[in-house]
């Protein structure tokens, strides 16, 4: 059921210098930062070859991750999101084998503008899992 992986968010305390470390020690192409208003969050993206990691920073006193940045002062792994291509099929299926689908089991339109839903950690061995429709 679940294609590619989508991305790979990371929480991280400064979006500055997390942005240096990603371009400038590995190399990679990284973006400027990108407010995102309604997901109360400013991300830059980092393009890797398969897939891409997003650097995600609170915006905002409502944030959903300040509270994870508060637990995790240095930042941490806070996401993956795993892209599959009929985001409905997915939630009937995975309510059906007893896993907590996040949001009343009903599907948001996410980061990139595409369907998305967000499973609880406790069902994805201890991580929180975004699935995209691609
Ligand atoms: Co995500």
Redesign the pocket.
């Known amino acids: 059921m679940i294609g590619n992986l989508n991305?790979v968010?990371i929480v991280v305390p400064d979006l500055d210098s997390a942005s240096r470390l990603y371009r400038e020690v590995f190399g990679a192409d990284v973006s400027t930062p990108v407010d995102l208003v309604e997901h109360g969050v400013t991300t830059v993206f980092v393009e890797l070859p398969n897939t891409r990691i997003?650097l995600l920073h609170p915006l905002g006193e409502n944030s959903p991750i300040r509270r994870f940045l508060e637990n995790n002062p240095d930042g941490g792994m806070h996401?993956v999101?795993y892209e599959v291509t009929d985001i409905e099929a997915a939630i009937e299926r995975l309510s059906e084998q007893g896993l907590r689908v996040l949001g009343g089991g009903t599907s948001s339109i996410?980061?990139h503008g595409k369907p998305v839903v967000f499973l609880h950690p406790k069902d994805g061995i201890g991580t929180l899992i975004?699935l995209e429709q691609a």
Do not use: L, P, Q, R
């Open positions: 991305h968010a997003e996401h999101c996410g980061a975004e």
